[in-house]
């Protein structure tokens, strides 16, 4: 009898309460957020522009105080082609203390409850935040694909407009997300790449000329701020760079450099990654398209 009771126990344990997860998110399902770029690719020193739009498409919400004044864009994970998350860059200035202060407790219908600042979202309420260049709080320097999504930690509560966000009695609790958005960069770093059309019998032939890359060094930076044996073209290693100011030269290899791209299509344009390391151990990097023909 005993044995059957701790099985009846462990399966009332293990299987949720129906409805329960369900209401939960329903709390928060009201609120969306839609995350827009301005564009899907983008070259050389453009701009990236973003929109983000909040919305409560319910009824009147109790939610955590700041949630609206918020600057959403700066509260986005952002990865970059290496994999990193990337934090924003916020130029604002914080004081760290401690500890936080304990939340306070209010005596509400005759019982103490402790409570947290709150503001209201009414029916129809939106924000919008938005930025002519992500690159400024962003350190997006490599090229490649990126992601991003919004993510805004909240709390919603219980009740409406005039009553106490009760802590230990809240609807919802967790973070609102986006739908995560990719886009392409051609990096910080300007590269040209010769010849630009690369034919298909490259992948057979072994007695030709190196693939050539001209990388102009960023802004503030010299030929002597590069680490010459990382210089990758799609992975494949630079068998040679010849310094030649105020460029640097790298060659490779034609038949890997065509095999890097793996399946291709004559007549159709590709992008090239050219990427390395500064000595200083930050990556740099630029894409160049190229044409494959026959």
Known sequence: ??????????????????????????????????????????????????????????????????????????????????GRLLLANRNVEHNEFPDAPPLPFILYQGRPIRVASCEVLPPGWFAVSQTNDLRAYYPMELPGFYSAQVQLSAMTFKGQSGDPCDVTDYQWVGVLKSETKYFFMEGNTQVQIAPDQWPLSWKNDHNIPDVQVHISPEEGKTTDDYLKESIRLNNVVAHRVEELRPMLKAYFDRKAAIESLGAVEVDKWYPVVISGWLKSGQPFGGVYKIRIVH
């Not at 701790?6 to 969306?32: D, R, T």
């Not at 690719?41 to 701009?47: A, E, I, L, T």
């Not at 105080?65 to 990865?79: D, Q, T």
């Open 1 to 82: 009898m005993k044995k059957l009771f701790l099985g009846l126990l462990i399966v009332f344990i293990i299987l949720p309460v129906p409805g329960v997860n369900n209401l939960l998110w329903a709390q928060a399902s009201a609120i969306s957020i839609d995350l827009t770029f301005d564009k899907y690719s983008y070259n050389y020193g453009d701009p990236v522009g973003v929109d983000i739009v909040v919305r409560n498409l319910g009824g009147e919400v109790l939610i955590s105080r700041g949630f609206s004044s918020m600057v959403y864009y700066l509260e986005m994970r952002v990865i970059d082609p290496a």
